[in-house]
């Protein structure tokens, strides 16, 4: 009888947990799992892969650097025969993904060859995408770049934030992983390249890259907010020196241009842009609590103010 093959994981978020169960449920032969502590200044919204790993009674590591020369002798030593990444954030070397012999394989939160890269769920709500997916592909010294195994579509709905589709997205990694692994436990998983004229690849999105250019059009903005809103660091602008976040909003076919970042009404709140208008249904003065817009402007705005900048 074949011997079921060694598996060992990097992962980290939800995804991760999810993955890791769904192998568990297929008794899988998980040897090892290696993830990240977690970032004091990071809102951490999702359940733990050291803790779901640690109860199944699975090794856990968390090195700083998984490509140190010791972790790799560590993981040498664990034999694998397949690695999975699931949402792990640091590159893995060559040298690793070299070792099993049944391959080294990558869930992305896309539908590759598109949305290569980091927060690749925030960027597709950000420009305003209609659909994204979990794809399985494997794992080659370029970032999201190897042959795909397996994928699964999602729809964004035009009410989406980027935690609504995380969750689809984290369900659709899950179906994608419970097709494939029987495939690849056997060696017989299909493999298709990705069209690299159809790639396109983000970079991560800092708390910085939230700050509101109300020179772009309403619609953008809407997408800016739902983006970064909960449980990520939001989109903000500035209230004279007062950083303000926004965390719901609408867009409005009302203002347009000459309007930009104008107060055209306090109830509801409503900011203009390039084109159209925004309404601003959650609000929060930094250091203050999170209020309704209306709320927020009848005792921090009045009408014809001009919002954006620091000088403002």
């Known amino acids: 009888m074949k011997a079921e093959p060694r598996v060992l994981l ?30 004091q200044f990071e809102e951490i919204w999702f359940r733990s892969v050291a803790r779901t790993a640690a109860e199944a009674g699975i090794p856990v590591f968390m090195p700083e650097n998984i490509n140190a020369a010791e972790e790799i002798e560590r993981i040498r030593g664990l034999r694998p025969d397949i690695l999975f990444s699931f949402y792990y954030r640091k590159l893995i070397s060559k ?24 927060a690749c769920v925030n960027w597709a709500v950000l420009k305003g995408e209609t659909q994204t997916g979990a794809t399985l592909h494997v794992m080659t010294e370029k970032a999201d770049a190897g042959d795909i195994l397996d994928q699964e579509a999602v729809p964004i709905e035009f009410t989406d934030t980027a935690q609504d589709v995380f969750w689809k997205v984290r369900d659709a990694a899950r179906k994608v992983l419970a097709r494939t692994w029987p495939l690849l436990r056997e060696g017989r998983a299909p493999r298709t390249p990705q069209d690299e004229s159809l790639a396109t690849t983000f970079g991560r999105r800092r708390p910085s890259d939230g700050l509101i250019d109300w020179n772009r059009s309403a619609l953008e903005l809407y997408n800016l907010v739902r983006a ?56 929060q003065a930094e250091g203050e609590p999170e209020t309704d817009g209306a709320d927020f402007a009848s005792r921090s705005l009045r009408p014809g103010q001009i919002l954006g900048g620091k000088t403002n």
């Not at 209230?239 to 076919?253: D, M, Q, S, T, V």
Request: glycine share 12%; hydrophobic share 40%; aromatic share 10%.
């Open 95 to 118: 040298e690793i993904l070299d070792i099993p012999q049944l391959g080294a394989y990558n869930m992305h939160g896309s539908l590759l060859p598109r949305y290569r890269g980091r």
């Open 10 to 39: 990097a992962a980290y978020s939800e995804v991760g947990v999810v993955c890791l169960e769904e192998l568990l449920a297929q008794k899988a032969q998980v040897v090892g799992v290696f993830t990240h502590a977690d970032d």
């Open 228 to 283: 970064v809103t909960h449980p990520f660091p939001g989109a903000f602008s500035f209230i004279g020196e007062r950083k303000w976040f926004i965390w719901k909003a609408w867009p409005l076919e009302s203002g347009g241009k000459g309007q930009e970042g104008k107060v055209l009404g306090l109830d509801p709140l409503v900011i203009g842009t390039r084109e159209g208008s925004l309404r601003i249904d959650r609000c």
